[in-house]
């Protein structure tokens, strides 16, 4: 441990390094932040701490600790998402195809999220053929109504005219 | 920090995707000049003409930029 800085290993399987992102980032404000990666695949990620020039009288040790109790906080969080994600999509799929009027749980795509993603798919590009839509981009020449002004950029609307 | 020396930064590509660190450069090309190399690994970074009003703290607040960007992209 140098004065300036505290350095220390973490190991990926242990702690993702998704976790790891999430947890630097909720220290950016605080220190400088810096990770390594030792081993292909990355066996040891390597984090190296430095207070910024603000917080210099901060006790590297409990920054530290600080940060591994953050890590735990973000791995379980992490944990909880990769665990749910099936869930979160099937849901999210199922919601979107009663929307679109499609929805019959007896249907066998409601037993997985691929064969349901792909009736997802296959029951959008049919409403879209139904209603006649299809992907279009406003162009400026196709005006559409705007009285509050809310596309006139901030520097057009307030900004002080020159004489 | 341990793997920035003078003016240069190694990122690890396993851990810093490319996409983070150039669009980092990008946003601060305007306080020092950057130059990139691949090595292996690495993504090595080397600061030129860095401003002298930022000097002390460019690097270090470049490395938590490009951790931010690897979180909000």
Redesign the interface.
């Known amino acids: 441990m140098s004065k300036t800085n505290i350095m220390f290993s973490l190991d990926p399987q242990v702690y993702p390094l998704g976790a790891i992102y999430n947890t630097a980032y909720n220290f950016i404000d605080r220190a400088y932040l810096f990770l390594d990666g030792k081993g292909n695949p990355i066996k040891n990620i390597m984090v190296t701490i430095k207070p910024k020039p603000a917080d210099v009288k901060i006790n590297l040790a409990e920054l530290k600790e600080e940060f591994f109790n953050e890590l735990l906080d973000n791995v379980l969080r992490y944990q909880i998402t990769q665990e749910n994600k099936t869930i979160r999509e099937f849901i999210i799929g199922t919601a979107l195809l009663g929307s679109l009027g499609k929805l019959n749980p007896s249907e066998e795509f409601f037993t997985n999220v691929e064969s349901l993603t792909k009736e997802l798919t296959r029951a959008g590009r049919e409403a879209e053929v139904e209603n006649g839509e299809e992907e279009k981009i406003p162009d400026k020449e196709s005006t559409f109504d705007d009285p509050l002004g809310i596309t006139i950029p901030w520097e057009e609307k307030f900004q002080p005219k020159k004489r | ?4 020396f003078n003016n240069i930064i ?1 990122f ?1 590509k ?3 995707p490319d996409k983070a660190v150039l669009s980092s450069i990008e946003a601060f090309k305007h306080l020092a000049r950057f130059q990139v190399k691949h090595e292996g ?1 690495y993504i090595i970074v080397t600061l030129s003409q860095i401003n002298p009003a930022v000097k ?2 460019v690097k ?2 470049f ?2 930029y490009v ?2 960007k ?2 909000t992209d």
């Open positions: 920090m341990a793997q920035s190694r690890n396993k851990i810093y690994d002390d703290i270090e607040e490395s938590n951790l931010a690897i979180k």
